[in-house]
Every structure is written in structure tokens, then in C-alpha cells.
């Protein structure tokens, strides 16, 4: 149950504050190696979700979708890319819709939808601009960057009902971007029994109100002057803003990894990530590193909350650095496959954290 309050929540966090280990605040870590088979292709993984019990994961761009069994065991590669209309030329992304999976094929324009046997279902074109969707009780959400939709409406999200006809088009946050960005392929996520928004130009995480058909604000990330979206002056000059955000000087993006009782921030600077996990309850935040540099690249990425556990995909070559460097009795295995010294696919960590009370 989220308060009411909470949509007023500021978290201010000092981008420059004394930094921690990560291992030195995780409270257990469980790694999952995917069985190495013929049809295992998984050199990066970017999506995740877990479908009734089982994990699905994916690269992004060309690479297929891949269903295993909870202790890891491969039960299909559903090799779908390809030129066929039932096929996608590139995974853009990929979300669950109800029983399905939904690929949004940007090449094509288009979302094709598989059950998990990977049999096609259907195909929706997607005639619209966009840098981002996601389907969500029976309602198409567009992230259209702030483009003129119907040469009226200047917004950052349309809304279709399931037959693609035009609802509304909202503008959570009032001020456009200055130029179109990503941190990802989506800036909409599931969030318990409804969805967030958050564009990485945004210091603030907007979640959907099924009720005022509204994205409400969620909280706000302040990282002082450090973050330069709230001077109007960057606004008002395109050159200056591109120029600003090639400096590396300033923080230009944030993602948030958002979960029940914590979030876990990540903004780039001086030409790398930085990590930040924030406990919700009390506003308490820790600035993290890790034995290997990898939480500054993208070779360890946050990927979804599943209750207090946070989980990562790791590079087949990290893992072992990662899991040497974890305290006594903290680690274990979570799949069947045990090896990691022949693994050559990335891998996911559940990672749970200790109490903030014993941050730094």
C-alpha cells in the first residue's frame, strides 16, 4: 500500500558522498547460471521477467528470447527473429501481457505477441513515433518524447485502447527535453498492480492512477547542482545542452530501479555509471562501488525488485571476481548448474541488502 504522502517524497542525494563496496552491504546473493546448451545464446541479457514461475530473458537488438525452468535448465530459444511478419527483425523489447509475450519490433513498426510454447499469436502495427511502449489493462502506452501527436497535442505519453484508437495524451512533467534520449529501450515498467514512468531527463518517477487516468508523481531525486535539467537556460538552447551533455561534467540522466522499500539510482558522470541505493523508509542512501569497476560499465546492471531481492545480470566474466570477493556464507547457487568456470552465458543475481542501519 503506497500513502498518499508518498507522492510528495524528495529524496536529496549528494552525488559525490563517501563511497561503499557493494559487498560490504549485501546480505545474501543467489546465482543463477543458465544451462549451456546448443540454443543458449545469452553473451548479454537486458530483459527479464519471471512467467508463471518459469525465467524469460533476452538481449537486446538481434538475439532471441530464451524460457527456462526455475533451477535453470533451458526449456526453449524461441527463434523468432527473422523477416516474416511473424518473426521481428530486432527485440527492441519485450514485456508480459497477460498469457503472452509482447516484442516490439522498431524496424517493422509493430508488436508481435507469442504464448510461451513461442507459437505466434498476433501482430498490432504501430504507425506512431515513439521511443518507448507498454500494454497494460487493455491501454497502449506510447512514450512519444514530447512529439506534436496529431500535429496538436505537444505530450510525452499517448494512450490507445486496444483497437489503437486515440484516447488522451498526457504530460506528466512541464518542461519538454531539450533533445531526445534513452537510458533503455523503455521508460515504462511494472510497478505491483500498475505501471511507472519515468523519462531519464526527469528527476522525477511518475506512476499510473487507473482511477484520474493521470500519472501522478511518485517521488523526486534531488541531486542538487549537480543536475542540470532544472536551469531553463539548457531548455532554451539545444547546442548547449548537447554540448553540456557531451562534457560529462554534470549529470545529465538518472534511471531508477524501483522497488517496495528501496530504489536503486543510477546516473552517469564523468564518462561512468555511478550507484546509489536509497531505503525508502527512512530517506538513508549509500553511494556503492564494486571489486571490478563493473557497476561502473554495463557489465552488472540492475534489472527488476522481486520483494527485497534486486536482480542483476552479470557478464559471464565477472561472476567469478564478484562471487570471490562476497563475504563468507553469504553466497549460494539458485539454479542447477553450479559451474561457473565453464559458464559462457551472463548470468542473474538476486541480491538482498542489509539493514541501512549498517550502511556507511
Known amino acids: 500500500m503506497w500513502s498518499v504522502q508518498e507522492s510528495q517524497t524528495v529524496y536529496k542525494i549528494d552525488g559525490h558522498s563517501e563511497v561503499q563496496p557493494i559487498n560490504e552491504i549485501i546480505g545474501n546473493a543467489e546465482l543463477f547460471l543458465f544451462q549451456d546448451t546448443e540454443d543458449t545464446d545469452l553473451p548479454h541479457i537486458l530483459f527479464f521477467d519471471v512467467w508463471n514461475g518459469n525465467i524469460v530473458v533476452s538481449p537486446f537488438g ?111 512533467y512541464k518542461i519538454p527535453e531539450p533533445f531526445r534520449t534513452s537510458w533503455q529501450p523503455n521508460n515504462f515498467v511494472p510497478y505491483g498492480e500498475t505501471i511507472l514512468y519515468q523519462d531519464p531527463l526527469n528527476k522525477t518517477m511518475f506512476k499510473w492512477n487507473e482511477v484520474s487516468h493521470s500519472f501522478d508523481a511518485l517521488f523526486t531525486i534531488d541531486l542538487g547542482e549537480d543536475w542540470v535539467w532544472d536551469k531553463e537556460e539548457y531548455y532554451s538552447n539545444k547546442a548547449l545542452a548537447k554540448q553540456l551533455e557531451s562534457s560529462g561534467e554534470k549529470i545529465v540522466k538518472m534511471k531508477n530501479t524501483v522497488g517496495e522499500n528501496y530504489i536503486f539510482l543510477r546516473f552517469e558522470q564523468y564518462g561512468g555509471f555511478h550507484s546509489i541505493l536509497i531505503d525508502r523508509r527512512n530517506g538513508k542512501y549509500q553511494k556503492l562501488s564494486s571489486n571490478q569497476g563493473i557497476l561502473e560499465n554495463r557489465s552488472f546492471v540492475p534489472l527488476k525488485w522481486i520483494g527485497d531481492s534486486l536482480v542483476f545480470t552479470i557478464e559471464s566474466d565477472k561472476i567469478k571476481g564478484f562471487v570471490d570477493a562476497l563475504p563468507e556464507g553469504k553466497f549460494s547457487f539458485k539454479s542447477k548448474n553450479t559451474v561457473i ?3 559462457k552465458n551472463a548470468a542473474l543475481l538476486w541480491l538482498t541488502f542489509k539493514n541501512s542501519a549498517e550502511w556507511k
Open 341 to 343: 568456470s565453464t559458464n
Open 62 to 172: 538481434f538475439g532471441n528470447i530464451h524460457l527456462f525452468d526455475p533451477q535453470g535448465n533451458l526449456i526453449r530459444n524461441f527463434k523468432r527473429m527473422g523477416e516474416s511478419d511473424e518473426n521481428y527483425y530486432a527485440l527492441w523489447y519485450f514485456w508480459l501481457d497477460r498469457q503472452n509475450i509482447a516484442v516490439y519490433d522498431a524496424t517493422n513498426r509493430r508488436i508481435n505477441y507469442y504464448n510461451s510454447y513461442a507459437e505466434f499469436v498476433k501482430t498490432l502495427p504501430i504507425g506512431y513515433p515513439t521511443t518507448g511502449m507498454y500494454s497494460f489493462n487493455d491501454q497502449l502506452f506510447f512514450d512519444t518524447s514530447d512529439r506534436l501527436y496529431n500535429g496538436e497535442d505537444s505530450v510525452s505519453v499517448v494512450v490507445l485502447n486496444s483497437d489503437l484508437e486515440y484516447q488522451f495524451g498526457l504530460l506528466p
